[in-house]
């Protein structure tokens, strides 16, 4: 299954995904996903950064779709699309993915 | 209240000034990631899922309307609108940037607030009575020692760097309103039989992965010679505390495994080789802080019972709320009033900011400008005229402030857990909303009598779930969340460790669960029995029975 | 490597490490393991141990050398970590119930954030690790004038004592 790569950006925390070159960008959906050979160069891509003092805490996420990427774990798709309390939309959000047949934790 | 003085502003100054260059140094590559970290944990500001977390202490979990107002000011300024008051007396605002986190900082100091000390392996903001000062039951205030500790513990040179966290939590009544048996040290104010105020110590309470019921370690401590038995339980546990493993690290760890007795006997002979001088509490400094603690004069109301008899008779929905969410003053004519954070639905202690200014002012105009703050995520005001509860609650209700339901089963404690949580295994938020929902009706809720669920999203327990009559603690199986059930528990008064009942739940399960128990025990109990009462008479058999047997 | 001192100067190094005693000459500034302390050295000979420091790892008991401690001209504790914070208790202890009152040096990982702590403690001098230099440690222990305990080294302020001492204070 293929890989993205993901950090906390270091000046205000926030949950990036690295896209290309030196751009890590918010949305899950510009995140690069590599085939499972090319883990440790994307993980190398992580620790590059986090050296740059850009990012903290980089790994790589297997994802079971690329378009948009999607992980079966939820704590990843809490981080991608926030909490799964009170704000509504995001609620829907979220609870949209899990119904998804790729299988979230009810799949 | 405590006033700063010159020191304390000083002191807290050099803190905000010491962190913006650590910030500065981090963000310039200086320090690197491992370097940084204790540091900014040591400034209350944790990463988490979405973005950087500051805690921020709420001494004794006390307040002022001033203060209260800073905190919405935070919320709307660095935060989305909202705050979240924790299980141990403190807030968290959950969308924080690290490059801005050292100006907030400088806004709270402008109401000696800060984040000293909530985080980090060193002694945490220590913890109280909310009901101190205004408590029926008292026999002495614990905010005056709660203080004395916070002086001391405040940037102490040689316990910063502790095998792990210490929580310290003081009572001054027999109702034990702080559970100071689950912390790594508990204070109970005590006299003994000349009359000397002192304290009873308890040390090695505590739970996550082990919890445990703190053993007395001494019985009458008086109360001049705190700091010096502090001093010397700290250095017996930095000392010998483990430091190769991170879950027997915990002073609770080091006391069983040394048993209590001889735990107590290196802490009194390190007390004795400690100069009685150095760190004794002085009669003058105890006078000037019970000074500003004194409360101003309340004026009793003798006409206070009868024209209460006519408010309750005014809507059921008062009747139900002075019920729940008033307790007595020690003044005739007033009472202590709970603001729940609690709506039937909602998120277990989050206020946004435009509460929090109300609260701010309603404490101004009702409770002498006070607030507080429990670990059961509730806010009080404190000083309340009985006279004014019918126009404090008409505002509260106006807020969704006033739901009738302190103490009952929507008073649900819970975690951050996955929502926000870096070290979660499952969300506990949804699972309290939803059984919250499934608990709506009020009315019923007040048949049912005192029920405490809390909710932890994972094994480190910050949503207290062992010391609740029904505890839920979120796991992670295979990537799926469950959500294991376990009843019996006490942190209010009593002390006691819940027991696991059976295999766990998932999601939609455990909801399910928790309603299977409390109509079990509505068939069970006898006349007047509460929940607690019926499960210690019947044991966990029936609870079992009808939450296992027809599956 | 670069010593400072309590005000965070740097100062002349003095000490040296050696792995032997060769002869129970005049050792001008040796630093040593406590076992080697012990096999090399009577512990009532004073003069001798004077030109001695002897370095302790967190694991050391200090209890063990206790009859050589009042005499050794230097003591180090070592940092195994940052973290670990057993060297402060170390400090206090061989300051208040030995009545040390020579050089206490620490050394190994410390970070120039623990300055201030270090000396409070009772550590009169600082091994300033590679990564960093005695003016990050100097800035460190300027970053504050007054602190709430009573400590081992008073010069910094004792808000104790401050309070009794500025009238403004009192009446704020
Ligand atoms: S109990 Fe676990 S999930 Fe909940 S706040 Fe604490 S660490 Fe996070």
Redesign the pocket.
Known sequence: MPFILSANRLRDGAVVYFAQDDFWSERIEDAAAVPEDQVLELEKVGLDAEERNYVVGSYAIEVAAVSPPYSTRLRERIRSHGPTVGDLQKRAAVEDHQSRPMGGPEG | MYVYDSLDKTLLNQRVAEFRDQVKRRLDGDLTEDQFKPLRLMNGLYLQLHAYMLRVAIPYGTLSSDQMRKLAYIAKTYDRGYGHFTTRQNIQFNWIELSTAPDLLYDLSEVDLHAIQTSGNCIRNVTADPYAGAAADELDDPRIWSEVIRQWSTLHPEFSFLPRKFKIAVTGSKADRAAIKFHDIGLKIVRNNEGVLGFAVYVGGGQGRTPIVAPLIKSFLPAQDLLRYLDAVLRVYNRHGRRDNIYKARIKILVDSMGADSFAAEVAAEFDRLDPELLSVRDEDVSRLRDMFAQPFLRPDPDASSSLEDLVKKSPRLGLWFKSNTHPHKTHGYSIVTISLKPIGGIPGDATAEQMFAVADLADRFSLGEIRVTYTQNLILPHVRQADLFVLWQELERLNLATPNVGLASDIIA????DY?S???AR?IPISQRISDRFADLNAQHDVGPLDIRI???I????HHHAGHIGIL?VDKKGEERYQLTLGGQGNGESEVGKIVGPGFDEDGIVDAVETVVSTYLTLRTKGEEFSQTLARTGQGPFKERLYDNR | MTIVNTSGDAVEQGWRTVESVESSGPHHGIIVSPAILQDSFDESDSAALSQVGVRLTVDDDVSEIAAYVPHLGLIELVFAHFKDGRPYSAATTIRRDYKFTHELRASGDVLPDQAIFLIRSGFSSVDVPDQFTAQEFKKSLMAYSVAYQSAYDSHLSLIDELRRSTPDVATE
């Open positions: 975690c951050p857990g996955l949580c070290l979660a295994n506990s932890s999203g994972c480190n327990a910050c949503g979120g």
